[in-house]
């Protein structure tokens, strides 16, 4: 019969090194939900925690944060309380957004298994040049993420909950969430990032949106695109891109391209 010992130490938990793991929350209207996320993190070996404008004041200190967190108040401690998605996805180049919800022109649709393993592996191949900083990005309580956070990730997840009822709070989405990177990271018969060709350092969430903007300005300089009537361009283009994977030395070759685009959309007609 197994010892107390063994049973509550076996090897696959034991505190070997998790790759970094950024969580975004948006717009969080519970203090408690805040307090839960950091137990969540904490439990699965993480610790970068980033709130984008919560709705309260003091939300990292709040009482209800604090006592929720039930021990994890470390996180707390560590965690920032920034503006914008642009500064909570800075130094990001691999964002996952998480919606019970699908939208028309989100990035393609993956399981919490699937963006688990596939960034597990990444990151554990940082030596090849293929490893990825990722971010989880959850939504508001009641809202969820608006349609402009969800096009600038790469992937959506979505959790295969059961149909008829699929409500998953804020805290347990993250759990699930963070319970699969978990496993992923620990998993010694994880898929590993071929080493086969070469592969160049993964694009930023930053120098992504810039890219997305060039191109933008491109289209209209040559007048491809409406700039008062874009309809439904970008978010296709934006579609397109996310699942192409960029690297810094594509996007750069992209900007280029949109450089020549512009310059030839600024010359006099003959």
């Not at 979505?158 to 989405?173: E, F, G, R, T, V």
């Not at 810039?210 to 439904?232: C, Q, S, W």
């Amino acid at each position: 019969m197994p010892t107390e010992k063994t049973l509550n130490t076996p090897a696959l938990f034991g505190r070997l090194p998790i790759f970094p793991l950024r969580v975004i929350l948006v717009e969080t209207s519970r203090p408690g939900n805040i307090g839960s996320v950091a137990r969540a993190m904490k439990t699965m070996g993480f610790s970068e925690l980033v709130l984008v404008n919560p709705r309260f004041e003091g939300a990292l200190q709040h009482e209800e944060a604090v006592a929720f967190a039930s021990g994890a108040q470390d996180i707390l401690a560590g965690a920032r309380i920034v503006a914008t998605m642009a500064e909570a996805l800075d130094g990001i180049n691999h964002a996952a957004a998480v919606s019970a919800r699908l939208r028309e022109f989100s990035p393609p649709v993956q399981t919490p298994r699937e963006v688990a393993t596939h960034v597990a592996a990444a990151a554990a191949h940082a030596a090849a040049g293929q490893d990825l900083y990722p971010a989880l990005v959850f939504g508001n309580e009641r809202f969820g993420l608006p349609n402009e956070i969800v096009e600038r990730c790469n992937v959506l997840i979505n959790i295969p909950a059961n149909p008829d009822y699929s409500s998953l709070n804020l805290a347990q989405a993250a759990q699930v969430l963070l319970y699969e990177c978990r496993m992923a990271a620990l998993d010694p018969a994880a898929p590993a990032a071929t080493p086969i060709g070469f592969h160049g350092d993964a694009a930023s969430q930053a120098q992504i949106e810039g890219m997305y903007t060039h191109i933008e300005e491109a289209l209209v300089a040559i007048g491809f695109l409406d700039a008062d009537n874009p309809r439904k361009l970008m978010p296709r283009l934006k579609r397109l891109f996310a699942r192409t994977g960029l690297e810094t030395e594509e996007v750069n070759i992209l900007r280029g391209i949109a450089r020549q685009m512009m310059a030839q959309g600024r010359k006099p007609e003959k």
